[in-house]
């Protein structure tokens, strides 16, 4: 399974962007897919997730109110729309699923936000 992020990119403070990560197979076979971020020198968090059987979301407190998961199945891609975006949201951002054996990653995707 490959996972494809894009999306990122420099946006001012208070702007929005929005992350996409298509996957290879489908998107409906994973029990777990969610959106990581790493800023340099500091551990790769969990900012928001979906599971599967249930279609529940989660998110960081940092982001909630902020950011959306959101998947479509049809399109075997996964997005993490981003609003009112902070200097401290700059990080790789990279997009996660989990099968019942595996564990994906993706490459990652910058986001700089200036202040």
């Known amino acids: 399974v490959q996972l494809v992020e894009s999306g990122g990119g420099l946006v001012q403070a208070g702007g929005s962007l929005r992350l996409s990560c298509v996957a290879s197979s489908s998107t409906g076979s994973f029990r777990f897919m969610g959106w990581y971020r790493q800023a340099p020198g500091k ?3 969990l900012v928001a997730h979906i ?3 249930s279609g529940s979301t989660g ?3 940092s982001v909630k109110g902020r950011f959306t998961i959101s998947r479509d199945n049809a399109k075997n891609t996964m997005y993490l729309q981003m ?7 700059t990080a790789v951002y990279f997009c996660n699923a989990r099968s019942a054996w595996d564990n994906f990653w993706g490459q990652g995707t910058q986001v700089t936000v200036s202040s």
Do not use: I, M
């Open 59 to 61: 998110y960081a407190d």
């Open 83 to 89: 609003n009112s975006l902070k200097p401290e949201d």
């Open 43 to 45: 551990q790769r968090e």
């Open 51 to 53: 599971v599967s059987a």
